[in-house]
């Protein structure tokens, strides 16, 4: 009873004395005043759009400066706007890789110059303080399992995939094929049909799969490495009556119209990775560089959740509305 007593009483001085959080100052203190600068490939499509409006709300009521450059789909925009960063000196710069070279360079002089960077969803070819994504790989390897399963060797089809990558050196689409690539090159019950760039362009998608069908009207499954790209896709198999017999198969950020295209049979199944929340993820990231001691401390991967989305859930699932983050964007 005496032991019990001192316990509680020791309990209780401890508690008087630190009567706030003693690490709270230190953790906001090493985010106020700081800059975050905001370089995506494009400011204008959706999941650039969730990323930016989660780190901006969140640097800002933290005290945090928030700017965003847009190059609008152009790599020597990007390259240029990297550089000027790096002479400005802001914090952390949060980026969205063009392909897994183009900004590797600059990418390691922004972390020599003590700046945090943050790579989004394309992962580059040199580690920086923190990649922000699904792992692409895992989630190819997740494809391909997929399309087995719908096409493979004892199922009533042709057994014909055909792939559908973005641009070829673009972190998405290159990891994504190497783990589609993994498990199908074993498989003797697949034939790869065509694999062919459309370089994220939904209509370059479209044009690529209405020939694909043309040469192979009884293809069984099409693996499209971005939903954005994919409604060309989709669509091209929508056209030739084939909705019923062709599987499309992407993956994405999981916006509302990507369900709405779920609904509509324009796509089959969808592995989402959630944009809203890797925005999370990235402020999450943010934070541990700037309380670590800024810029070129640590290096880590951060991989995404993912989910499976098709019409089975759909009407259950997250489905977020872009245009709320871009508001927040603006």
């Not at 792939?163 to 074993?186: A, D, K």
């Amino acid at each position: 009873m005496k032991l019990a007593t001192l316990a509680i009483g020791f309990s209780g001085a401890l508690y008087a004395q630190e009567t706030n959080d003693p690490f709270r100052g230190p953790a906001l203190d090493a985010l106020e005043g700081k800059w975050v600068a905001y370089l995506p490939i494009s400011a204008g499509f959706d999941l650039a759009q969730a990323w930016g409006g989660v780190v901006k709300e969140e640097a800002e009521r933290y005290g945090m400066k928030f700017t965003i450059q847009d190059p609008n789909w152009s790599t020597d925009a990007m390259a240029q706007g990297m550089t000027s960063l790096i002479a400005e000196g802001p914090d952390v710069i949060v980026t969205q890789n063009p392909d897994t070279q183009s900004l590797a360079r600059l990418m390691v002089q922004a972390n020599r110059a003590g700046i945090a960077v943050v790579q989004m969803n394309m992962q580059g070819a040199v580690q920086t303080d923190a990649f922000v994504g699904p792992d692409y790989i895992a989630m190819g390897r997740q494809l391909a399992n997929m399309a087995i399963e719908k096409c493979g060797g004892e199922t009533d089809t042709s057994h014909k995939v055909s792939i559908v990558q973005g641009v070829i050196t673009g972190g998405v689409s290159y990891f994504q094929v190497q783990g589609i690539m993994e498990v199908l090159s074993e498989r003797d019950d697949i034939e790869i049909v065509s694999s062919q760039a459309a370089d994220w362009d939904a209509s370059k998608a479209r044009a690529i799969t209405e020939t694909v069908l043309q040469q192979h009207p009884d293809l069984c499954a099409i693996l499209d490495m971005w939903d954005g790209q994919a409604i060309g896709t989709g669509a091209a198999v929508k056209q030739a009556g084939l909705a019923d017999t062709v599987s499309v198969i992407t993956s994405g950020g999981g916006a509302a119209s990507t369900c709405d295209l779920i609904r509509d049979d324009t796509f089959d199944v969808v592995v989402n990775y959630d944009a809203p929340g890797m925005g999370r993820d990235a402020w999450t990231a943010i934070m541990i560089a700037m309380q670590n001691g800024g810029g070129g401390k640590m290096k880590t991967q951060v991989f995404s959740p993912t989910y499976v989305m098709s019409k089975d859930n759909v009407e259950s699932a997250s489905c977020w509305d872009p245009e709320q983050y871009a508001a927040r964007l603006r």
